[in-house]
């Protein structure tokens, strides 16, 4: 009896927190609570609200009886001169025919409106001699009330017609008129559509945002891609104009999220680092990598995927991937492989740390670096191998953990290799004997970093990759394929931008090229969703921090001293140089080398993409025509864009009768042996872009 009596008060307090927390769930889920009643931000922003709305009441009271005013004045203008009747008699031409009628009820209105101002006069002058002045008083105060109802305005219409449906706001900065104006102007919706507001206009940071929906078919897609249209039409600067489509939960495929700065976001001095204040940092959390327009901060993850970074000379490329490396160098259990082919100072404070490291642009150099890389083929089937004997505690699937990375015994730490100016040994035309066959070196480099890219990061092999010639030349298609995150600073144009950030970003509203030459530091980033904390984000514009020479030795010593307490200094921080001897053709075998098989120019976008879908359609006896429609469906592409790329293929586009469920109908396509001439002639005789031989 004694346990059933001690246990009773213990269910019983379980019982009542179960119902609170169900009774708060059923609160701020139900739609008939008021949202100020839903959380104390919700409280405190509708109190602000509440009290500004109490300090502008007496002068929108007052512009609303001026309004009224006025629409009562030209009703009874329209109702005295018989507006109503005259138009009727004008659609049907018997306006001669009906001008006496008309002139005699003119009349008759004017002498009913004076017999009502007399009439009105005359009781009012009673009413006051028999119950005094605040009769006149009692007539004023309503006669306003009425004149203020009729001149009633909805948020932001200089009508009284509603302009946006949904919550009112007490913010008077975004117009909402203004908004759906410039929606119209930039061809976003129809004349005779409208937005629905979704969140009241807020004051986040420096800057209005609003949610809207838009029109039903209309799609978000399409106003992110036309940012710069819409930017015309609000009058501001692309860059103070942040457009994101809302996804997840509360979102869907027509509700666009806007946010417009006071002044240039990006017009500050940058801010120094995070990381600068940090004792020491774990390689498993996220880098704190800048901030987006709105200032808030941004974070690249690092483990399980990679990084190239793009850009022309002097706009920030070595900076952004230092930032990149320095929560790595902050963790004494890391790894690290840099390879400076600037051959500056840089990256020279990075020598305290590196378990490899060397700064040159020599053919001997490259050579390095390929035995470097043989040797992360080598660690990674050997990690492989030895996860394979581990038990699932220790190894749950195929990739490192946390634990793992740290364990000395098990030799598998986060191993990073940089390369800044990775196009030097990507270009490299140094002779190797690969297996009896002659190979340039830098083909075999690109070889072996798209086998790492593919392989390695579920063995803790990261690569950050930053070069200033972002050319489909310079990276391989498929050493680019699988690069997980993108950084791409100001670049020369579209082309240059999609080969850093992806096929068809700049369709997409992504394009670098866009970037002014004065925001140093300013990049587009497209993170590898599988490790950000918001993966429906498809890319966002950073400014990274700040991290000059002075900011990244006192970070390198920081590192240099953590791993000399730990036990952690190898390689080439330690004195130990040198390297083994490897066996080259071993990894060939592992990896792959282009001399083994056909070598075959790459094709350029949007026609390596439509080759792949085509696939075996695109042989003889296959398809003879294609539908665009069909292909920018498929392609995810931005219909005028691609026409463009294609002609400047030698693609032009035809009509042709295609059969569909509808009928046989008339589209326009393209010809599929056409298509295959282009393929034919480029690999044949690659085409230099547009800028000549980079």
């Known amino acids: 009896m004694t346990r059933t009596h001690q246990a009773r008060p213990a269910i019983t307090e379980a019982g009542l927190e179960g119902w609170w927390t169900r009774a708060a769930s059923r609160w701020t889920q139900s739609p008939r609570v008021p949202a100020a009643l839903k959380s104390r931000r919700a409280a405190g922003r509708a109190t602000k609200n509440l009290m500004v709305g109490a300090v502008r009441s007496p002068f929108r009271f007052l512009r609303a009886v001026v309004r009224g005013f006025a629409v009562a004045v030209r009703w009874w203008r329209s109702w005295v001169r018989v507006a109503d009747y005259r138009q009727a008699a004008e659609a049907s031409e018997k306006l001669a025919d009906k001008f006496r009628d008309i002139r005699e009820l003119t009349l008759f209105r004017w002498k009913v409106t004076g017999a009502t101002g007399a009439g009105t006069g005359v009781a009012l002058s009673v009413l006051d001699l028999v119950c005094g002045h605040q009769v006149l008083w009692l007539a004023g105060g309503v006669a306003a009330a009425g004149l203020a109802v009729l001149g009633r305005r909805n948020d932001g219409s200089p009508g009284r017609k509603a302009v946006l449906a949904g919550p009112r706001a007490l913010t008077w900065t975004m117009d909402p008129q203004v908004l759906v104006d410039a929606f119209r102007d930039a061809k976003l919706i129809g004349k005779d559509e409208a937005l629905r507001l979704v969140e009241r206009t807020t004051r986040q940071g420096d800057g209005w945002a609003v949610v809207v929906d838009l029109p039903a078919t209309r799609k978000a897609t399409d106003v992110v891609k036309n940012r710069e249209a819409l930017a015309s039409a609000l009058a501001v600067d692309e860059v103070q104009l942040i457009v994101e489509r809302v996804r997840g939960r509360g979102g869907h495929a027509g509700r666009v999220a806007l946010w417009v700065a006071d002044d240039d976001p990006y017009g500050a001095a940058p801010q120094r680092t995070p990381l600068l204040s940090a004792q020491r940092w774990d390689a498993w959390r996220p880098v704190p990598f800048g901030r987006d327009a709105r200032q808030r901060q941004v974070e690249l993850p690092l483990v399980w995927t990679s990084l190239l970074v793009g850009a022309i000379p002097r706009q920030g490329k070595t900076f952004a991937a230092r930032l990149a490396v320095a929560g790595l160098v902050l963790d004494p259990h890391t790894r690290l492989y840099v390879a400076d082919f600037k051959a500056g100072k840089d990256w020279y404070a990075s020598g305290q740390v590196a378990h490899r490291f060397m700064s040159g642009d020599e053919p001997e150099h490259v050579l390095a670096l390929v035995d470097w890389l043989v040797e992360l083929v080598g660690e990674v089937q050997g990690r492989y191998r030895r996860m394979q004997a581990l038990d699932d505690e220790v190894c749950p699937e195929s990739k490192i953990?946390?634990?793992?990375?740290?364990?000395?015994?098990?030799?598998?730490?986060?191993?990073?290799?940089?390369?800044?100016?990775?196009?030097?040994?990507?270009?490299?035309?140094?002779?190797?004997?690969?297996?009896?066959?002659?190979?340039?070196?830098?083909?075999?480099?690109?070889?072996?970093?798209?086998?790492?890219?593919?392989?390695?990061?579920?063995?803790?092999?990261?690569?950050?990759?930053?070069?200033?010639?972002?050319?489909?030349?310079?990276?391989?298609?498929?050493?680019?394929?699988?690069?997980?995150?993108?950084?791409?600073?100001?670049?020369?144009?579209?082309?240059?931008?999609?080969?850093?950030?992806?096929?068809?970003?700049?369709?997409?509203?992504?394009?670098?090229?866009?970037?002014?030459?004065?925001?140093?530091?300013?990049?587009?980033?497209?993170?590898?969703?599988?490790?950000?904390?918001?993966?429906?984000?498809?890319?966002?514009?950073?400014?990274?921090?700040?991290?000059?020479?002075?900011?990244?030795?006192?970070?390198?010593?920081?590192?240099?001293?953590?791993?000399?307490?730990?036990?952690?200094?190898?390689?080439?921080?330690?004195?130990?140089?040198?390297?083994?001897?490897?066996?080259?053709?071993?990894?060939?075998?592992?990896?792959?080398?282009?001399?083994?098989?056909?070598?075959?120019?790459?094709?350029?976008?949007?026609?390596?993409?439509?080759?792949?879908?085509?696939?075996?359609?695109?042989?003889?006896?296959?398809?003879?025509?294609?539908?665009?429609?069909?292909?920018?469906?498929?392609?995810?592409?931005?219909?005028?864009?691609?026409?463009?790329?294609?002609?400047?293929?030698?693609?032009?586009?035809?009509?042709?009768?295609?059969?569909?469920?509808?009928?046989?109908?008339?589209?326009?396509?393209?010809?599929?042996?056409?298509?295959?001439?282009?393929?034919?002639?480029?690999?044949?005789?690659?085409?230099?872009?547009?800028?000549?031989?980079?």
């Open 401 to 694: 953990t946390p634990d793992m990375s740290r364990d000395p015994r098990l030799d598998m730490p986060v191993t990073a290799i940089v390369i800044d100016e990775v196009q030097v040994p990507l270009e490299d035309r140094t002779a190797l004997e690969i297996q009896g066959k002659r190979i340039a070196a830098g083909e075999y480099v690109g070889e072996l970093l798209t086998w790492l890219a593919r392989k390695g990061p579920a063995a803790g092999i990261v690569l950050v990759l930053a070069t200033q010639r972002p050319d489909s030349r310079t990276i391989p298609s498929g050493l680019r394929a699988v690069l997980g995150s993108r950084f791409a600073l100001r670049v020369m144009d579209w082309r240059d931008s999609n080969i850093v950030l992806g096929e068809q970003m700049n369709t997409r509203g992504y394009d670098s090229s866009r970037l002014l030459a004065s925001h140093k530091g300013v990049g587009i980033l497209r993170p590898d969703g599988d490790g950000t904390s918001d993966p429906d984000v498809l890319a966002t514009t950073v400014r990274t921090y700040y991290m000059p020479n002075e900011d990244w030795r006192v970070i390198c010593r920081r590192g240099r001293a953590l791993r000399q307490a730990e036990g952690t200094l190898t390689g080439n921080a330690a004195g130990h140089a040198t390297l083994p001897v490897f066996d080259r053709a071993t990894a060939a075998r592992v990896v792959g080398t282009m001399a083994e098989r056909t070598a075959e120019p790459e094709l350029p976008e949007p026609l390596a993409s439509v080759v792949a879908y085509l696939g075996k359609d695109l042989q003889p006896g296959g398809r003879d025509f294609v539908p665009t429609a069909e292909l920018v469906a498929e392609l995810d592409a931005e219909a005028t864009a691609f026409g463009l790329q294609m002609g400047e293929l030698g693609c032009k586009p035809r009509r042709d009768r295609v059969t569909t469920e509808m009928g046989v109908r008339q589209v326009r396509g393209y010809l599929v042996a056409e298509i295959r001439e282009a393929v034919t002639r480029y690999r044949t005789h690659p085409a230099v872009d547009a800028e000549g031989d980079r």
